[in-house]
């Protein structure tokens, strides 16, 4: 593209008609291509370090929010395209409620982008001592979900309130999913799986590493909720089966 070589890690699709090749290493770009136009000079733009598209590296990922604005996760700092963003903190994740637009590091940061100001300003509503934030999701109910090793923050956005579910100390949270009943699914580092009620807090341990048979072995893990339901698990660890309610 553009005569510079594309060594391709992922690839990102938004529903705005723009994809994302985001590069495998710190040499080579990153590409966005417009899809509604064909493949020339004019609908490929090309983002890197060295020329000053980029603010880091590393990018971690690409989101765009329901105002239809895209976000670009480096380790630089945050950058909006067609804007500029001050701050340099390397977020991680991103997730928009309630017209709000939230961001979180792996290491207990948490912020909300300020419109006015340009910048993302810090969200002091993390417990102290809090080390580590895996996941960052929301729920129907303009909640955001964040995942620490502190336990589950369920923070209410208009309410401005926030709620702690503690989870057992003996597992290490590494994946977030809310499914459509308001509950929480939390896939911990060692296999186990935790099922969150997010209005009550109760925390039920579904099963644990140990206790299952692997068929095969899979790159990652998945929670899928299908038309009628029903949440199916695929775990790195081979399992894989539905939720019996």
């Known amino acids: 593209l553009l005569g510079k070589q594309c060594n391709c890690q992922r690839i990102v ?3 705005n008609g723009y994809t994302w090749l985001l590069s495998r290493d710190k040499e ?20 890197n370090k060295t020329d000053g598209q980029l ?4 990018v971690y990922g690409v989101e765009m ?5 895209e976000w670009v996760l480096t380790d630089g700092g945050t950058m909006l395209i067609g804007e500029q963003v001050k701050s ?5 994740y991103v997730k928009h409620v309630d017209k709000n637009t939230f961001f979180a590091t792996s290491n207990g940061l ?3 982008y300020d419109n006015t100001k340009k910048d993302i300003v810090p969200l002091h509503i993390i417990p102290q001592g809090t080390k580590q934030q895996s996941a960052l999701e929301k729920d129907e109910n303009n909640r955001l979900i964040v995942l620490t090793d502190a336990g589950l923050l369920v923070y209410h956005v208009q309410k401005h309130s926030l709620k702690t579910i ?6 290490s949270p590494q994946e977030l999913y809310i499914d459509k009943q308001h509950r929480a699914w939390i896939i911990a580092s060692s296999g186990d799986v935790l099922l969150v009620t997010l209005n009550d807090g109760n925390v039920m341990h579904l099963f644990t590493n140990g206790l299952l048979s692997s068929f095969h072995q899979s790159t990652r893990n998945l929670v899928h909720e299908d038309a009628y339901g029903t949440v199916w698990l695929g775990l790195e ?7 019996n309610e």
Not at 55 to 58: E, L
Not at 88 to 92: C, F, H, Q, S, V
Not at 166 to 171: E, R, S
């Open 28 to 47: 080579t770009p990153c590409f966005r291509v417009n899809e509604h136009l064909t493949i020339d000079e004019k609908s490929v733009q090309m983002f």
């Open 166 to 171: 503690f989870l057992p100390k003996d597992i």
């Open 237 to 243: 660890n081979g399992f894989f089966g539905y939720y």
């Open 13 to 15: 699709a938004l529903p």
């Open 110 to 112: 948490l912020g909300v």
């Open 88 to 92: 340099k903190i390397p977020y991680l």
């Open 65 to 69: 929010d329901e105002e239809k604005r």
């Open 55 to 58: 603010k880091g590296w590393d």
